[in-house]
């Protein structure tokens, strides 16, 4: 058996770049994309849960955002409605209201670092009793970073989770004192 022409410290190299190789070849043809879609029944009827909905500055009693930076623009409610942040730790970002159907259904979207994450969302609202029936959707967007595709893999359930959380505090916003 004859010896390799190769030094360990070559193959060594050689071998990490081909699993390089490999997991960025892995990644492209990983999806980018995730969907997340959470319901909750909610004892707050449709018309007086949309306000929150539809003022970015409501989503700040019930969503979690940064804490500086934070910029609004257009108008305070309904489409148009935009907050900006620059955040160190989150990075810069817009969320905009694009759709408002009072009191029933409402879509927005977030975009991150110049485009470089979208994500749209989707509420909508049915009657349901004395309170509401609220079906939160969002979807989004990574681009073709190969490494941004094994993210995704997890983003939905990780999302999912976030979408409950905030649907609580949701409901904890918006019900009656002494309750």
Not at 55 to 65: C, E, F, I, M
Not at 106 to 113: F, G, W
Not at 167 to 179: C, I, K, N
């Amino acid at each position: 058996m004859s010896a390799s022409p190769f030094s360990v410290g070559v193959r060594v190299l050689g071998a990490g770049a081909a699993l390089l190789v490999l997991l960025l070849g892995v990644g492209f043809a990983l999806p980018g994309t995730w969907r997340a879609e959470r319901t909750a029944v909610l004892s707050t009827p449709p018309e007086a849960l949309f306000p929150l909905l539809e003022r970015p500055s409501g989503w700040r009693t019930w969503t979690a955002w940064p804490d500086s930076g934070l910029v609004a623009a257009g108008p305070e409610a309904g489409v148009g409605a935009r907050m900006s942040w620059n955040d160190n730790e989150l990075g810069n970002g817009t969320f905009e209201i694009i759709e408002a159907a009072p009191p029933n259904r409402l879509r927005y979207r977030v975009e991150v670092q110049g485009g470089s994450m979208r994500t749209e969302g989707t509420f909508t609202l049915r009657p349901e009793g004395a309170g509401s029936r609220v079906t939160w959707r969002e979807e989004g967007d990574f681009g073709w970073n190969p490494l941004m595709g094994y993210w995704a893999l997890f983003m939905a359930r990780a999302q999912g989770r976030e979408l409950e959380k905030a649907l609580g505090r949701l409901e904890t916003a918006t019900a009656p004192a002494g309750r």
